[in-house]
């Protein structure tokens, strides 16, 4: 009983004394702020490689960029990211959130461009029927006028 009441007290002690691997900093930025820079951050990463050439004409750094929009500066937003980074379960949430919302935009995207591409199918099938419309019509002038050729030159 001896040995029991030893081991709970040293596993009890050894829970409640867990130890901060970092430290928070003084200027912590807020989780959601964290989230909302981010997600802006993976959006420009997903630009670099998707359009590459749009990223590297702006003459500004992205990311710094996107620093100054939140008014943050890049020691504030590494060590926050670095305390953020350490409780990996904390982390992980912020990551999934960031993920959500991707998705959010990647559905809303796909949508747009089915329903762009819906309309250019329309638009394209509407051209090709004045295209023909207007075919048809200059057929139809110029067999008027054979006609009336025709016409006019058996009457001769």
Known sequence: MKNFVVIVLVLCLSVSCKKELVKQPAKLIEKDKMIDIMYDLSLIEAMKYQHPVSVDSVETSPTAFILKKYKI??????????????????????????????????????????????????EKKNKLK???????????KKMRLDSVRKTTRLSR
């Open 73 to 122: 500066d890049s020691l504030q937003f590494s060590q926050s990211n670095r305390y953020y980074a350490a409780d990996y379960e904390n982390y992980k949430s912020m990551f999934d959130e960031v993920g959500k919302r991707l998705a959010v935009n990647q559905r809303a995207v796909d949508s747009i461009l089915k329903i762009e591409e819906k309309n250019a199918a329309k």
């Open 130 to 140: 004045d295209t023909l419309k207007d075919k048809i019509k200059r057929d139809l």
